[in-house]
C-alpha cells in the first residue's frame, strides 16, 4: 500500500533522499527487483544508504559511515532489509542489533521488531 504513496513523494520532492530509500526499502520487502534509474548518488547520508540498495557500497563501508547511534540503527535495519531474501538468519542478526543498540524512540527499532515478529514461525 505504501509504495503508490512513496512514488508520488519521490515525484513532488525527487531530491529528497529518504523518499528514495524508503521506496528501495518497500520494493525489496515485497520481493520486487530494485530499479536503479533514478535513484539518486549523494556523497552524504542518507546517501550511503542509497548505495548499498544498488550496489555502489559494501556493507562494511555503510557501517564505518554510520558514526552517530541514529545512523547505525539506520545502516543496521538497511542491512537486514538487503539481506532477508538471501540470507534470513543474517538479517534476523541485524534486526537484533538494532533492538540490542538503539533506543526505543528510534523508528528503526519499532520497525526490527516489526520484521523480526514477521520473520518468526
Known amino acids: 500500500l505504501a509504495l503508490p504513496e512513496l512514488e508520488r513523494a519521490i515525484a513532488k520532492e525527487p531530491n529528497d533522499p529518504y523518499w528514495h530509500l524508503y521506496r528501495l526499502t518497500t520494493m525489496r520487502r515485497l520481493g520486487m527487483p530494485i530499479d536503479v534509474e533514478g535513484v539518486p548518488s549523494i556523497g552524504i547520508w542518507p546517501g550511503t544508504l542509497l548505495d548499498l540498495h544498488v550496489g555502489r557500497t559494501t ?20 542491512l537486514g532489509v538487503q539481506n532477508v531474501d538471501q540470507d534470513r538468519q543474517l538479517a534476523v542478526m541485524y ?26 514461525p
Open 59 to 78: 556493507p562494511d563501508e555503510v557501517l564505518g559511515r554510520a558514526e552517530t547511534e541514529g545512523r547505525r540503527a539506520e545502516a543496521l535495519f538497511q
Open 95 to 120: 534486526w537484533k542489533k538494532v533492538i540490542e543498540r538503539s533506543p526505543p524512540s528510534l523508528i528503526e527499532h519499532a520497525a526490527a521488531r516489526n520484521e523480526l515478529a514477521r520473520c518468526s
